[in-house]
C-alpha cells in the first residue's frame, strides 16, 4: 500500500541549512547515495530518481553551527523500496566505514540511523508489508529492538552498491519540539493527521494519515519548552507537507487559522509554522 500519494497527505521533501556546502555534496553523494538535481553557489538539490527533490542543503550567510536542546529536526527519514535495498545501503555504510548512530527494529520497519557532518539526523528504513503491522485499537504497535544485522547483510548478497535506489522517498520526518500538546493540536486538529501512538514512551507522538505507522514524529528528548533555532544555524530550514487536493489544503489553511497558527499565502506557496517554531510548506499534490 502506498502511503505517499492521494488520498493521503504525506511529507515530500525537506531543506537543510548546512556549514559547507561542498562538504554535504560530497556526503549525500557518497555515503548517502543521492545525486544532484540542480545547484547554484551556496544551494544544492538532491534526488533519487533524477526528478525529484528529496533534500535541498542550503549554506546560509554567516552560518553557526548547530545549536543544542532547541526545536527543529531529530531526523530525516529515506524510505527504500524493500529489505534488499536497505541490505546494500547497510554493507556500503559498512565498507565505508563512516559512523552509524543505531539499527534498530521498530516491528514496522527496518531502520539505519547516522548524522550528515553538521549533525543533521538522517534514518534510511525499509517497511514491512502494513499488513503485518500490529494495532492496539487506533494505535500502531512499536518497539526498538536491535537490527538482525547479520540477517539484513544476508538479503543483499551479490547485489552492487550504486546510490539509493530511484523508489527512495521521503517517508516521514522527526520533529523536536517544545509542547507535545500543542504539537499534537496542530498537526491532527489543523493539518488533519491522526494520531496514531501515543505509547512510545512519555515524551513523543506520532502522528500520520491514511494508517500508515507515521508520516511525522515528534518529541520533547532534548527540546521540553526549548526555542527554535537561529535563523543562520544549521539545521532544518523547512519541510513540505503535500496535500491531496487544492480544496483539502484550503482545509487545512481554515483549520490552522482557527487554532491561531499564521498561514502566508503568496504566488500559490502557503507556508506555515508549527507551535515549535518548524517552517512548513503546504503543497498540493501534482503528478508528473
Not at 511529507?11 to 559547507?20: G, I
Amino acid at each position: 500500500m502506498n502511503f505517499h500519494k492521494p488520498p493521503y497527505t504525506y511529507v515530500k521533501h525537506v531543506d537543510l541549512k548546512v556549514a559547507d556546502l561542498d562538504r554535504s555534496i560530497t556526503f549525500y553523494k557518497e555515503i548517502i547515495g543521492l545525486r544532484i538535481l540542480q545547484q547554484s553557489e551556496k544551494k544544492a538539490a538532491l534526488t533519487a530518481d533524477g526528478k525529484t527533490t528529496l533534500i535541498t542543503i542550503e549554506q546560509p550567510e554567516n552560518v553557526t553551527p548547530v545549536q543544542p536542546n532547541r526545536t527543529g529536526l531529530y531526523h530525516l527519514a529515506l524510505l527504500v523500496p524493500n529489505r534488499v535495498d536497505l541490505s546494500v545501503v547497510l554493507r556500503h555504510l559498512l565498507e565505508t566505514r563512516y559512523p552509524l548512530q543505531g539499527a534498530s527494529d521498530h516491528l514496522v520497519s527496518e531502520a539505519i540511523y547516522l548524522a550528515d557532518p553538521d549533525g543533521n539526523g538522517i534514518e534510511i528504513y525499509r517497511d514491512r508489508p502494513s499488513d503485518e503491522w500490529e494495532w492496539d485499537g487506533s494505535e500502531v504497535v512499536m518497539t526498538t529492538e536491535p537490527l538482525q544485522g547479520q540477517d539484513l547483510l544476508a538479503e543483499g548478497l551479490g547485489k552492487e552498491w550504486n546510490g539509493l535506489p530511484s523508489g527512495t522517498i521521503m517517508g516521514h520526518i522527526h520533529l523536536q519540539v517544545s509542547d507535545l500538546d500543542l504539537a499534537e493540536q496542530f498537526y491532527c486538529r489543523g493539518l488533519g493527521f491522526d494520531l496514531v501512538n501515543s505509547k512510545y514512551g512519555q515524551s513523543a507522538r506520532f502522528v500520520s494519515s491514511g494508517g500508515y505507522h507515521h508520516h511525522i514524529g515528534l518529541n520533547t528528548w532534548h527540546s521540553k519548552g526549548a526555542q527554535a533555532a537561529e535563523p543562520n544555524s544549521v539545521g532544518l530550514k523547512s519541510f513540505s507537507v503535500v496535500l491531496p487536493t487544492e480544496e483539502a489544503r484550503s482545509t487545512a489553511i481554515n483549520q490552522l487559522r482557527a487554532l491561531g497558527a499564521q498561514v502566508t499565502e503568496e504566488n500559490n506557496e502557503v507556508f506555515t509554522k508549527d507551535p515549535a517554531g518548524n517552517l512548513i510548506q503546504l503543497e498540493v499534490h501534482t503528478s508528473i
